[in-house]
């Protein structure tokens, strides 16, 4: 593994060690949760947004899990403000593999997604999408 490897790790290890926007958002216009089943991942996304109900102003999440999980949620939680929910629905799994920047094995890539999908998740549930009583949760199992 080259230099270029060894950065993307330490960066994930630093968003694992130090998560960004981790907690709770006080009065979040969506919150949702979900949990990746065979590793025992978990997190809960809220999401302010702008006044126009479309742009996303503000991330913040809560969770346990490994280290792929969480510091996932936290780049991503970073990576969110400024874009629509648009935006948000077409962010695919390659979009986050990229953004952690290692290669990720088949077996780790429902940790990797899962903050992505809760958030999508919590944005379908908000425009009336899904229904929530339906819903429930959002279980990553790829």
Sequence with gaps: MGTGSDMYRQQILDHYKSPRNYGE??????????????CGDTIQMDVKLGEDNEEIE??????DGCAISQA?????????????LAELEELETDDITDMLGVTISPMRI??????????KDGAKIYQGELNPEDYGETITEE
């Design 25 to 38: 958002l006080e009065d979040p216009d969506f919150s949702h949760t979900g949990e990746n089943p065979s």
């Design 72 to 84: 996932s949620a936290s780049m991503l939680s970073e990576r969110l403000v400024g874009m629509t």
């Design 58 to 63: 503000y991330v913040s999440f809560t969770g």
């Design 110 to 119: 429902p940790c990797a997604v899962l903050g992505n999908q809760v958030a």
